[in-house]
């Protein structure tokens, strides 16, 4: 199967382990010197309306995704922000 970077935008991440929601891909990080996708990330979700900031972003690692369907990307048991 191939896949844009367009279509990974807005992908459901879920956490296979607890089947929490973690966030939706807003941005990709690549290797330009080879051309490898790094890791997606999910951007913090605000604080109190935006009004305190947000919080940290998620940047999960390629090797930490299991599975990518149509519209939705499932992420590692043991992966760090799925221990929650």
Same mark, same amino acid.
């Given at each position: 199967? +191939?896949?844009?970077?367009?279509?990974?935008?807005? =992908?459901?991440?879920?956490?296979?382990?607890?089947?929490?929601? &973690?966030?939706?891909?807003?941005?990709?990080?690549?290797? +330009?010197?080879?051309?490898?996708? &790094?890791?997606?990330?999910?951007?913090?979700?605000? =604080?109190?309306?935006?009004? &305190?900031?947000?919080?940290?972003?998620?940047?999960?690692?390629?090797?930490?995704?299991?599975?990518?369907?149509?519209?939705?990307?499932?992420?590692?048991?043991?992966?760090?922000?799925?221990? =929650?």
């Amino acid at each position: 199967m +191939t896949c844009r970077i367009a279509d990974l935008r807005n =992908k459901q991440v879920v956490c296979v382990k607890s089947g929490e929601i &973690l966030g939706y891909v807003s941005d990709v990080e690549f290797d +330009t010197a080879n051309g490898a996708l &790094l890791a997606v990330i999910i951007f913090g979700k605000p =604080k109190f309306m935006g009004l &305190l900031g947000k919080y940290e972003d998620i940047v999960i690692p390629w090797v930490d995704i299991e599975v990518i369907g149509q519209e939705t990307i499932l992420v590692k048991n043991n992966s760090p922000y799925c221990l =929650k």
